[in-house]
Structure formats: C-alpha cells, structure tokens
C-alpha cells in the first residue's frame, strides 16, 4: 500500500502569511491527489484535485502543485478561516485510498 | 443539493454487529462511486470502503476486511455498510461520501456529516 506523509503536523502562522503544507507518497501516484480541510466537528472539504485544479466554490488563495511523489499546498495569504486541520489523499487507483496524518494550521 | 444523510451509529459491544445506511439526494446517485471513510476520537481520516456504480466491485480497508460489507441499491439512493466482530478501535465518526466522476480516477467531492459508532462493553 502507498504511505503518505504529511509535514508538518502542526503549523503556526498568522493572518497573511504565505503557507505552504507538504505530503509525500511513498511510490509514484502521477497526479492522483487531493487536499482537504476540516473543521472542528464538521467533515472535510474538497480544495484541490489531481495535484492543482481547484474545486468549484474554494477561494483562489488556495493552490497545489506537484506529481509523482511531492506534493504542496498552499494558501498565499491567510485568512481566518483557514485555521483548521489539512488532510492530503493519494486515489492512484480504487483501494485503499491513504490519507495523510493531517497538518493542523493554528493561530500564531 | 447535494445531501448525504447518514444513519445507524450507536453503542455497540465488542464482537457486536452494526449497519450504517447512507441516505443519497441531490445528485444521480447510480452514476457516483461511493465509499465510507471514518475518524476515530482525535485521529486523522482513514478510507474504510468503496462501492462501484452498479454495486459490481466493492473495496475494502485491510482492518475491515471480512468484517464489514458494503452494499447500494440504486432504486433507493442508498448505501449501506454492514459491520461485524466490531472491535474498540472501530469506534470512530463514520462518513458516507461520493466521488467526483470525469477522470480516470475521481477524489471525494462531497462528505455526510457522519455517524458515530462507539464501540464499548
């Protein structure tokens, strides 16, 4: 099974900050991966797809980039509502679909 | 509007049995990919099981597998997931979600608000 491996788990910033959260697939998935956020309570959010394309609705200061086995995301200029926790999932195929462990954005 | 309302959740003993049903509107349910994922008390997300559109091909966890069953039927937009032998690190907030269609393979678009299965003597 591929292993994803998110980094940091834990990161503080601040409104405005240019952010960036790594995941790292322990074999090549092309493409095949999206970026999540959750809140507190509440499920997970669609944000990016295949590596860059943003899902319908998300705000343009979210971005993704990369393939085969690095991956980034980034949020150019935080918001308050960013602050939440940021799951990626590798979906090179039908099973077992592997999240990462998740990186949780704080207040500074 | 997309909704996916989940149901079933509850205290269960270990080696209990527990059926969680996903109730499906908004969308063509019969075109969509389905899958459970689930979130135990404090911990990250962990992809439990998905269902082909027809209900041909179903995939499975390897800490589920044997143990629980996923099924649809399309007539009522449902999907359930059946659990067996359950045991304490089963316990977690059950999510039923539907993937994207479009591309070779598609990611989770839309999430449930989830179903908590406490499994506990």
């Known amino acids: 099974d591929i292993q994803m491996t998110q980094s940091p788990s834990t990161l503080s910033a601040s409104v405005g900050d240019r952010v960036t959260i790594t995941c790292r697939a322990s074999q090549s998935i092309a493409k095949w991966l999206a970026w999540y956020q959750q809140k507190p309570g509440k499920a997970p959010r669609l944000l990016i797809y295949?590596?860059?394309n943003l899902e319908s609705g998300v705000p343009s200061r979210f971005s993704g980039s990369g393939s085969g086995t690095e991956f980034t995301l980034t949020i150019s200029s935080l918001q308050p509502d960013d602050f939440a926790t940021y799951y990626c999932q590798e979906y090179n195929g039908n099973s077992p679909r592997t999240f990462g462990q998740g990186t949780n954005l704080e207040i500074k | 509007e997309v909704q996916l309302l989940e149901s079933g959740g509850g205290l269960v003993q270990p080696g209990g049995s527990l059926r969680l049903s996903c109730a499906a509107s908004?969308?063509?349910?019969?075109?969509?990919?389905m899958t459970w994922v689930r979130q135990g008390p404090g911990k990250g997300l962990e992809w439990v099981s998905c269902i082909s559109r027809s209900g041909g091909d179903t995939f499975y966890a390897d800490s589920v597998k044997g143990r629980f069953t996923i099924s649809r039927d399309n007539s009522q937009n449902m999907v359930t997931l059946r659990m067996n032998n359950l045991r304490a690190d089963d316990t977690a907030v059950y999510y039923c979600?539907?993937?994207?269609?479009?591309?070779?393979?598609?990611?989770?678009?839309?999430w449930g608000q989830g179903t908590l299965v406490t499994v506990s003597s």
């Open positions: 908004g969308f063509t349910f019969k075109s969509h990919t």
């Open positions: 979600a539907k993937r994207k269609v479009g591309d070779t393979w598609n990611p989770i678009d839309y």
């Open positions: 295949k590596a860059s």
